[in-house]
Each structure stands twice: as C-alpha cells, then as structure tokens.
RNA sequence: GGGGGUGUACUCAAGCAGUCAACGAGGGCAGACUGUAAAUCUGCUGGCCGAACGGCCUACGUAGGUGCAAAUCCUACCGCCCCCA
C-alpha cells in the first residue's frame, strides 16, 4: 500500500505553512528530491493530540506521499522540562509517570491520520538520559543568553516581572538538540515553535554541519480575535480522540469565523467560497463537522452522529443512546454520584437556575421529593442526557 | 552580602482589624434569544445544612502570636521581583 499525494508540494505550502526557512524557494528544492528525512516533534504533555496538531500531521502525511522519510519524535525528555512557549509563567514539569500515562493514547491518535507503517518512531530520552552535565555545559555555549532574551516571549515575562527559570533557557536547546542526533533534512512544527526550531536548525549546522530546513506551520487561530482555538492549558480544545458525537458538537459550537480556518488547516477537502460560508454559514459548517467527525470515526459513525445532532438539537428530541447512571436517594445525591455536578451547592445553584430537567420537566426546587425513578430522562443544561437505570 | 518591594479564588486585581467567602475585570457555568454560532441581556461562580431569612465549616504563601474579633497587626520561615555590590 503507498499514500497518494493529494497536493503538491506549493499546494501544501499554501494551505499548511506559515513560514519556512532558509527560504521558501530553498524548500521547493529540497523537496522536490525524494527520499529527504524530516521531523515532527512533540512533546506529551497531555493526554490528547488536538486538532491542531492535525495540521501537521496532513502535511507529514503528503510529504510521505511525495517520498520522503518521516520521524515522529517523542519528547518524553523534553516534557519533563516543560516548553515555555506561550505561558507566561512557568509550566510545572511533568513527572516520569504522568508522561507515560500520556502517551499511552498518544500514538493512536497519530495513527488515525498516519497508518502506523509510513514513518519511525523515536524518544528522545534515548540520548538525554545518558546526558552528563559536563555535554549539557558544552551544549549551552553554543546559544547566548541574548539570543534567548530576544525570544518575545521571555521579553514579554521581563516586562510582567515574572519568573524564567534557568531550566526554560534550555529548553530550545535540549529541543534542538533532537536535530543534532537525528541528522535530519529537515523540521516541520507549529509556527509557535519556530525559535525552538532555528536553535536547532544553528546546533545541527554547527555540529554535524547539516542545514536543516525548517517549515513553521500555520496555527489554528480565530482570524477575528487572533486567540488560539485550540488551547491545551485552558482545556479548550478538540481532541482527536473526542467521541463521534463530542467531535462534531464541539464543531458545531465553533464561532462561525472558525470554519474557513478549520477547513483549510484540519482537512485535505477543497475550500468553500467566502461567499458560501457567509450565505450559508450552518450547513457549511455542518459539511465541516462531518468531514472532520469522518477523519477520526469514519464514515458510518459521522452520518450518525450527524443524524442525531439534528433531532436533538435542531428537533428537540431525546439521544437515542443515553448513557445510565444509578439512582440515589435524591435528585442530587444522583447527579453528584454520576460526577455530572461537582457539588451538592452546585447543584443546587443548577436547579435554582433552571438547568435541569426531568422527563422534559425543569425541576424547580431541589428539596422537593423528586427521587429519581427508573426510566427517567435527566437533562443537566444544555447537552447532557442521562437516564436512570 | 546590603536595601526596597511583593505573595489574595481558574487568571488578573482590589481590600490593609469587625459590614469579607472577600470589590472589579477576564474566563467558566446556567437562563432568555438563536443556527448547541456570534453578539446581546440576566443570574451564578468554596463546602455543608436550610423552602427562605440565615447558620456552620474551610479558605487570602507557611507556621506561630496579639486581640472579643485578623486577608488585614506582630514574629519567624518560604517563594518571587527590583536596585546596589
């Protein structure tokens, strides 16, 4: 079995990449010769890719199809450092066995856009952990501390008097060092993380005497505000391994100016028109969810879940599979019980604001005497159904 | 090493002895309106009891202390920032 192509290397340039370096045109050529060697790096943070990381993860997967190598490389190391692109403080380390956890699912998810047998796996806690401190010193006198300073995100951390922990200037080191021992053509990684990139880009050139390319992929980010849509640390994002159902609801409920961005960076189909998305910006977005939902689920999965989108929320009519929880003694008891509602007090609050319902019935007091029976439909707010076994 | 400052809930940020579970903003949640969109309006946003008024408990870096009463005062410790060396 071999991937087809589905754009040209421009193409790909056009739709996927942000930047590259030393030169877009330099990249052309690289790239028109098979057989190049190139990276993705990611570090597992988290248990769950989203969908921005699926971005690169197309690219890699045309490059692949145009003939080229590709290695996934797993910064089980480098988590353990915590990137500090983006925070503005300091990111807590992961410990060994947090990261383990994470990467359990990790590899999967990649699987479902990349079959397991077009590209290698590396860690890079193969080389790190036999690191002695006197290679990490010759390491870091290869960067300056000026070239870190420059970085706009320590800048921005020196003019909000926050912290930078000396661990966080080693960290684009420690990243760029990957490049070294990998000898790679080249590098493809969020545009976010291109200074890590070009330190890794100057290491491999001034070590091994290999120029590696770089290509800075475009980031999913709202074009009316700028904010990113996918972010990690404040839990808001679309996962790759999110049900059927969680997939395409969490699409639905995008803002509209979302849809042209997630097409274009999460998908291989042909974009909509401007005017198409302005006209029509529901079933636009409703082809969007499904072509998404159907990368991840398939086919048959996503003309469910899009079915049954629509009879309960364009319809109002009940899932047709609700998940069941136990009966309690009270209403509440039950909700906390199923971890629906965090507290008692909460609640509490919930029902004094009408948030939920059963049987199609807002339940008006919490101390009423409306012990659940089996059978009844619980409604809390408005996406969650469960029924009482 | 010396001097100055600072540490408050998810984030930012007020409060500086009682009216503080803590102003305000952002975020989040819920309701109305909708296209499970956005915008808008309204409410909520520590736990437990209570129909409700309310009550109790736990919380303002940590540990002690003063006092009827502490986020607020004192002492020590810890963290962070700035200036000088």
Known sequence: MKLAPKFTIPELFDRYVKNSFPSKEKAFEILAQPGRTLYWGTDPTGPNLHLGHSTNLLLLKNLIAH???????????????????????????????????NMRDYLDQVYKIIPKKFFKIEYNSKWYKKFSFSEVIKLASHVSVQQMLAR???????????????????????????SVMLKV?????????????????????ELVRKDKMVIATLLLEDPTTGKKMMNKSEGQYISLRDSASDMYGKIMAMPDSAILPLWKLCTEESLPSQENISAQPKTTKEQLA?????????????????????SIFSEGQLPT?????EAKETLLQTVVAAGLVPSISEGKRLINQGAIAINDIVVKRWDQPNAPRSGDIIKIGPHTFRKIR
Do not use: W
């Open 67 to 101: 003939g080229h190598h590709i290695i996934l490389l797993i910064g089980d190391f480098t988590a353990q450092i915590g990137d500090p692109t983006d925070r503005d403080a300091t990111r807590r380390p992961l410990s060994e066995k947090e990261i383990k956890e």
């Open 152 to 178: 706009d995100m320590f800048q921005e951390r020196i003019k909000k008097e926050r912290t930078i922990g000396l661990h966080e200037f080693l960290y684009p080191l420690v990243q760029g060092y990957d």
């Open 185 to 205: 053509d080249g590098e493809i990684g969020g545009n976010d993380q291109t200074f890590n990139m070009l330190v890794g880009r100057d290491l491999e050139k």
């Open 290 to 310: 499904l072509i998404i939902t159907r990368m991840y689920h398939g086919e048959k999965d996503a003309q469910r879940v899009r079915k049954q989108f629509r």
């Open 321 to 325: 599979d609700i998940p069941e929880i």
